[in-house]
Nanobody, 126 residues
Framework: QVQLVESGGGLVQAGGSLRLSCAAS??????????MGWFRQAPGKEREFVAG????????YYRDSVKGRFTISRDNAKITVILQMNNLKAEDTAVYYC????WGTGTPKAADYDYWGQGTQVTVSS
């Protein structure tokens, strides 16, 4: 059974930082063959792409509003994907989800992902 478990969320003041982790287990194939993504969903809004990282070259992609502030990375040995979030803003408040898709490019399309975590709450106070 595939499990993606997010951690690292919490309450932080605007301008602060958080580091989200997503640990994967139960994957049928090697973790390094999965593209990984982070998405978020704020109350009353649709889920939106935040960042993605490809399986092959580790190419990274970001939504415009987080470029220069967020960094996605992966540690294939630890079967973990990280989202480092700096200079957080109130509008970053949301539940953050990680997701995985086989041979994935880190696409921003949620429908392309096969597995999802349960999410971790990030709240940024202004």
């Amino acid at each position: 059974q595939v499990q993606l478990v997010e951690s690292g969320g919490g309450l932080v003041q605007a301008g602060g930082s958080l580091r989200l982790s997503c640990a994967a287990s139960g994957l049928t194939f090697n973790f390094n063959t999965y593209g990984m993504g982070w998405f978020r969903q704020a109350p009353g809004k649709e889920r939106e792409f935040v960042a993605g990282i490809s399986w092959r070259l580790g190419s990274t992609y970001y939504r415009d509003s987080v470029k220069g502030r967020f960094t996605i990375s992966r540690d294939n040995a630890k079967i973990t994907v990280i989202l480092q979030m700096n200079n957080l803003k109130a509008e970053d408040t949301a539940v953050y989800y990680c997701a995985a898709h086989r041979w994935g490019t880190g696409t921003p399309k949620a429908a392309d992902y096969d597995y999802w975590g349960q999410g971790t709450q990030v709240t940024v106070s202004s």
